[in-house]
Structures are given as C-alpha cells and as structure tokens.
C-alpha cells in the first residue's frame, strides 16, 4: 500500500520560499514518477512540476517555471518541491502524486498518477 504524507506547507509573505516534502512509503521508488499539483481557492486541480526520474525527464508548468524545482531524496524516500519567488496566486493547496510507467508527455495529467497525498495548504499573503 503506498501512502504519500505532504508537509512544509504554511503562510508565507510574496517573495518568500517553501520547501514543500513528500514522504512517500510502501511503493518501488525507483519506478515511479512524481508530481506536485495544487488547487487555488474556487478552482480545479492543475498541475505544477512531474518527473520521471528513470528518463530524467522533469516537466513544470509555465506558472511555475524558473520559480518551482522538483527533486527527490531516494534514501529518505522523499519527494520535494522548493518554490521561490512566491506570489498570492500560488495559494493553493498543493498535493503530492505517484504514478507508474508514465511517459513524459504524461507527466501532466493527473489521471495517471495512481497514489495521492492529502494535500498541504500554502498561503502567500502579506
């Protein structure tokens, strides 16, 4: 069974940084992808960053692009995404996922990703 914990979430002044992590237990970590997506107040899930770390493939959305970076510890089986730059239009709560057998072009698509965390709210106000 694999479980996915998000944390790291919280309110942060614009401008700010979150390191945002996902422990991810009970699952073969090395053949998986991962996400992060994020669901603003009032709006449908949408997505933020994949990898597929077997191809080295890493995707992001324009959104988040030169501010967001997903990454991964294997030994701590954790999955982070460090997030700069923070605007109040990243107030979301941001959700961590893990899929198997994904090719990049789906890294996107929330559909393929077969585990979910319980999300963990980031607020960015001053």
């Known amino acids: 069974q694999v479980q996915l914990q998000e944390s790291g979430g919280g309110l942060v002044q614009p401008g700010g940084s979150l390191r945002l992590s996902c422990a991810v237990s009970?699952?073969?970590?090395?053949?998986?992808?991962n996400a992060w997506f994020r669901q603003p107040p009032g709006k449908e899930r949408e997505f933020v960053a994949g990898a597929r770390w077997s191809g080295g493939n890493i995707r992001y959305a324009d959104s988040g692009k030169g501010r967001f970076t997903i990454s991964r510890d294997v030994a701590r089986n954790t999955v982070y995404l460090q997030m700069n730059s923070l605007k109040p239009e990243d107030t979301a709560v941001y959700y961590c996922?893990?899929?198997?057998?994904?090719?990049?072009?789906?890294?996107?698509?929330?559909?393929?990703?077969?585990?979910w965390g319980q999300g963990t709210q980031v607020t960015v106000s001053s």
């Open positions: 996922a893990v899929g198997y057998n994904l090719r990049s072009p789906e890294l996107a698509s929330a559909g393929r990703y077969s585990h």
């Open positions: 009970g699952g073969t970590y090395g053949t998986v992808s």
